[in-house]
């Protein structure tokens, strides 16, 4: 299985997504600034899989804390830093109030560094084992000879390993469901075209790429099935954040009668927030767009608008798949009786 992250005696080690599919370059990161300049760079990404590289980087800095600094001040500091690297996705922010607990309980603790690995491993393997899971109840969802449609990468590169909207995908086809996975490039960092392409590939599950806004003519077509999409931060009433262009795919799903199933766990959930009109959206450098890879595409003095984000309604959602069960609408109701239990 690929794991995108593992940590090895005392530092972290990341696959460098950003360098993916012409370079497998493994980073040996040493410093919470490390960890934290990898969220900002894209190298480390998706929603799960940022929350576990930043809990590590707690481990890291209660490691090395900085002369005149004991390591539980070191690793509240990082901590405060690192919710600065990526707002919307709410996974960075329930890992590090986990991490941040356990150092509150115990702050002059001698083996605080050795009880902060402790709690981030479990963090870890317990991603793994919520995906497994949504994976098993994602496929139970999907009808035999499945054509099913995906956007952004959701797979084990963007969790703890195995994947959410992916890891149904995964699950569905060792059951001999999928009969085709329609990948939307997902400009404009292309992470459909550059990792999902990727994992598919190392999977053996039939794929075909596509242009993102070429969606609609195969829903028109009636070529869609099913899709499956991850999340970033869900609110109480089901609204949810996700990479841009996932509105859209809601839109045609609707539109189509094609059913549309978030996949996400527990942790994705914001119940402090009534609805999506509270999560905040990043919005990148512009360059992402005018220039992509360092390739300008755009005559210079152009300006860009790059969200990285869409908001969709919880109304076009047709459940959420997460390791505590499918959840149907009402959502008011029925995600944070889910949650609870």
Request: contains cysteine; glycine residues 8%.
């Amino acid at each position: 299985m690929i794991r995108p992250l593992f940590w090895e005696e005392d530092h972290l080690v990341l696959l460098d997504q950003s360098r993916l599919p012409w370079e497998e370059r493994w980073l040996a990161l040493r410093s919470w600034e490390e960890v934290a300049e990898a969220i900002k760079e894209l190298k480390v990404r998706g929603a799960p899989a940022i929350g576990i590289a930043a809990a590590y980087a707690l481990v890291l800095a209660a490691q090395n804390p900085r002369e005149g600094r004991s390591p539980a001040e070191e690793a509240l500091l990082a901590a405060a830093e690192l919710r600065k690297t990526r707002p919307t996705a709410v996974n960075l922010f329930s890992a590090l109030s986990r991490m941040e607990s356990l150092i509150q309980a115990k702050p002059n603790a001698s083996d605080l560094p050795v009880r902060l690995l402790s709690e981030a491993r479990r963090i870890h393997e317990e991603d793994i084992a919520a995906n497994r899971r949504m994976g098993e109840l994602g496929a139970a969802l999907l009808p035999e000879n499945a054509r099913v449609l995906t956007i952004c990468n959701t797979g084990a590169l963007a969790t703890g390993g195995y994947g959410t909207a992916l890891g149904v995908i995964r699950a569905a086809f060792a059951q001999g469901k999928i009969r085709m996975v329609y990948a939307c490039e997902t400009r404009p960092v292309l992470q459909g075209a550059r990792l999902t392409a990727w994992e598919l590939l190392r999977e053996g599950i039939p794929f075909r790429l596509m242009a993102d806004f070429a969606a609609g003519l195969l829903f028109r077509r009636g070529e869609v099935d099913a899709v499956l999409a991850g999340a970033d931060r869900i609110a109480q009433n089901g609204d949810f954040a996700n990479k841009v262009g996932t509105y859209v795919l809601a839109v045609l799903s609707q539109r189509h009668g094609v059913p549309f199933y978030v996949v996400a766990p527990s942790t994705t959930f914001d119940l402090s927030l009534a609805s999506g009109e509270g999560i905040p959206i990043e919005e990148r450098p512009e360059e992402e767009v005018l220039a992509p890879y360092g390739f300008r595409l755009a005559p210079k003095g152009a300006r860009a608008w790059n969200p990285a984000f869409d908001l969709t309604p919880g109304e076009l959602v047709w459940a959420f798949v997460t390791e505590k069960g499918v959840i149907r609408p009402p959502y008011e109701r029925t995600i944070p009786a889910a949650l609870s239990g």
